[in-house]
């Protein structure tokens, strides 16, 4: 698979990367162990290099899937993951706030060095940004381990532009993870051009849009009581009958293309900047190959302009998130 650096870091990556978070954690009850670790060890046989967890999907239990997965691919692979969360001290499986003190951090890359397996962690993002705490505070804590080689690369996730900047004037910020995809294209506005005027990568997440672009989910899609879909507003049968024009435009394009939808979104987003790398979840083989073919799919200039003007006459219907994660955005 070809290789993308993220920013101006030197950070190399698979194109396609993985996100891992759903075969432990929010999209139903989590899949067998053991069939994951050997669709991790696949994804890297199939040249996979890149990897998302977080300490907070489980909480925990993802990290440690992906640490014992990655074992044995130790210098060969790239994984990232996140802190920030407050987690329910007696092991409940929701997070109770926000916790990006400095010290908070410090303890959080401890923990996910063990689970992970790991000398160091290869990219460390502030999963939200914590208003408690001075952006400088948070990347000066991360500039620390840096120093101490606990963490090769900082990163923020669904931050706002001011917060990047602050940020990336006291520790380099190698890349922003945010939700970006043909149904979610808020960070072209102002994220995008910060980005690319700093030399950072974008990593996007849910490329496929939870799901819902690859075409295999309409209206009357009944999805499991534990699928934290069912409390996103985005995910109502109105709201998903009324976003079908996008998915039908996926599909025109990819009958003539011999692809799937899903590969024509990843395309898409591969083909807004050369270091965007989306990072696609699956627990399926068969979607992992699936996403992984779309790396070598070419979109032309034409097929850009049909997709922009078709997609440009949809308006989307609702919000990405219930209120009380969407202020957690854009911070």
């Known amino acids: 698979m070809q290789k993308r650096k993220l920013g101006k870091s030197g950070l ?3 194109a396609v990367g ?19 670790i050997s669709l991790l060890r696949t994804a890297v046989e199939r040249g996979v290099t890149f990897f998302d967890t977080a300490e907070v999907y489980g909480p925990f239990t993802n ?3 992906v640490g014992e997965a990655l074992a044995p691919f130790k210098g ?4 990232a993951t996140k802190f920030g969360f407050k987690l329910d001290p007696k092991g409940g499986p929701q997070w109770i706030g926000l916790d990006s003190r400095p010290e908070h951090i410090k303890q959080v890359a401890e923990a996910s060095l063990k689970r992970l397996r790991v000398d160091t962690i290869d990219l460390f ?14 990347a000066g804590a991360v500039r620390d381990l840096i120093k101490e080689g606990k963490v090769r690369h900082f990163g923020l996730s669904e931050a706002g532009v001011q917060t990047i900047r602050r940020a990336h004037a006291v520790q380099p910020v190698t890349a922003l993870q945010s ?6 294209r808020t960070p072209e506005a102002e994220v995008l051009p910060t980005l690319e005027e700093l030399g950072i990568g974008f990593v996007s997440y849910s490329p496929l849009g939870r799901g819902f672009l690859t075409g295999k989910i309409d209206q009357n899609t009944k999805f499991d009581s534990a699928d934290f879909r069912n409390a996103l507003p985005r995910f109502t049968p109105e709201a998903r009958k009324a976003n079908q024009a996008l998915v039908d435009l996926l599909g025109r394009i990819a009958q003539r293309k011999k692809a799937t939808p899903a590969q024509i979104a990843l395309a898409w987003l591969l083909a807004q900047k050369s270091w965007i790398v989306p990072i696609p979840g ?12 779309a790396a070598a799919m070419k979109l032309t200039a034409d097929d850009l302009r049909e997709i922009e003007s078709a997609a440009s006459k949809i308006t989307v219907q609702g919000t990405r998130y219930p209120d009380k ?6 911070r």
């Open 12 to 14: 190399e990556v698979s």
């Open 18 to 36: 993985l996100g891992c978070m759903g075969m432990s954690f929010s999209y139903g009850p989590p899949a067998d162990k053991q069939e994951m």
């Open 63 to 65: 990290e440690e899937l």
């Open 76 to 79: 060969k692979v790239v994984i």
């Open 125 to 138: 993002y502030q999963h939200r940004v914590d208003p408690d705490v001075p952006i400088e505070d948070v």
């Open 179 to 184: 939700e970006y995809s043909l149904w979610t």
């Open 282 to 293: 699956t627990t399926k083989l068969a979607r992992l190959e699936e996403n992984i073919g």
């Open 325 to 330: 994660l969407e202020k957690l955005t854009g």
